[in-house]
């Protein structure tokens, strides 16, 4: 156990994200809390845009509330609207307190509207004093914002949660400077959303980083949670951790593979007004070109609806590019997996 920033808490560097949990059912839901409680884990993060995450972990964990530290997080940038998802956080979380509220994927032209006198801040100042939440943070992915909120620091927010994994190592030093501020640093996207396919190396590269406050990778079953356990325990339980040869190597392959324009399947383009599930779409692509899964990958092809009558569904109308906190080119992308599906059935077709 660490303590987290300046807030007094005692937590696990391994957290839960809570993205996944809203793929199972309630029962499923029960026995993962459960699991992680015996696990150790005593940080749970999830948010008001996760689904049905903030209703399930409610419910799992009625009776062992008090294991458990509370995150969530709403993207209201108002004054109403933040008090309103207070609210309805602590109703679905089956609490009378939450522990970190945090600003949703704040971007910079944003956090003056958050700090105004009719901001989202104000709400959660508020509910501090009330005894509704214990502290304050905020979440972004982009360094601009962060360079902002680490300046602001401690006197605003108590901790800050950013990307950073293998390949996204872009904020190490204004995490850093968090760090020794006294912010926590919770640590997101610790498998780039998905492209990133060794779970356990990942883990265990970012949580050998001395500015790691919590890493929260998510976790939808008792295996993953398993597995991310074990992870960590390799560097958490260890004096000093070095990465022999081959991990090394593994490493900058991993880096030299993904560096560049890819999605990390947060989903916040989605939805698409044509109907393409645009995070897999990109996930078929990769699959239809590596690792010997061309089939599976085609089949999440079809099943993201990027094709429409024999062409490409995607008419470049625009509306996802904003929404996406890594600006990428995303029609130009779906264009290329697009001739990626072309590619395939000519190597399928030259196979019969």
Not at 67 to 87: P, V, W
Not at 242 to 259: D, G, M, W, Y
Not at 268 to 288: E, H, N, T, V, W
Request: net charge negative.
């Amino acid at each position: 156990m660490i303590e987290f920033g300046n807030t007094g808490m005692k937590v696990n560097r391994l957290g839960f994200g809570g993205i996944p949990i809203q793929r199972i059912d309630q029962q499923g839901a029960n026995e993962l809390l459960a699991f992680i409680r015996e696990s150790g884990i005593n940080f749970l993060d999830t948010a008001r845009a996760y689904g049905q995450s903030e209703t399930y972990i409610g419910e799992a964990i009625k009776g062992m509330r008090d294991s458990f530290y509370l995150a969530t997080k709403s993207m209201s940038r108002d004054y109403e609207g933040m008090k309103t998802d207070i609210e309805k956080s602590l109703s679905e979380l089956q609490t009378d307190h939450i522990d970190l509220y945090q600003i949703h994927n704040v971007q910079f032209a944003e956090i003056e509207k958050v700090m105004s006198e009719d901001g989202a801040y104000r709400a959660l100042s508020e509910a501090r004093e009330q005894g509704k939440i214990r502290h304050i943070g905020i979440t972004t992915h982009t360094l601009e914002s962060l360079e902002k909120i680490v300046e602001m620091g401690t006197k605003f927010f108590a901790s800050i949660q950013f990307p950073f994994n293998i390949v996204e190592s872009q904020g190490t030093e204004l995490l850093t400077r968090a760090h020794e501020k006294g912010m926590g640093t919770i640590i997101m996207k610790p498998l780039a959303g998905g492209a990133i396919e060794d779970p356990e190396l990942a883990v265990r590269y970012i949580l050998d980083k001395t500015f790691t406050d919590i890493v929260i990778p998510g976790m939808g079953d008792i295996e993953e949670v398993r597995q991310n356990v074990e992870s960590a325990k390799a560097v958490l339980e260890a004096e000093r951790h070095e990465f022999n040869e081959q991990e090394s190597l593994r490493i900058e392959e991993i880096k030299k593979e993904l560096t560049g324009n890819f999605c990390r399947r947060c989903g916040y383009c989605k939805p698409c007004p044509q109907g393409i599930d645009i995070p897999l779409a990109f996930l078929s692509a990769r699959y239809m070109k590596r690792y010997n899964l061309a089939e599976w990958g085609y089949g999440r092809y079809m099943a993201s609806h990027i094709e429409k009558d024999g062409e490409l569904a995607c008419i470049r109308c625009g509306a996802c590019l904003p929404k996406c906190p890594y600006f990428l080119p995303i029609p130009d992308m779906l264009e290329q997996v697009y001739r990626t599906k072309i590619e395939t059935d000519a190597a399928r077709n030259a196979g019969k």
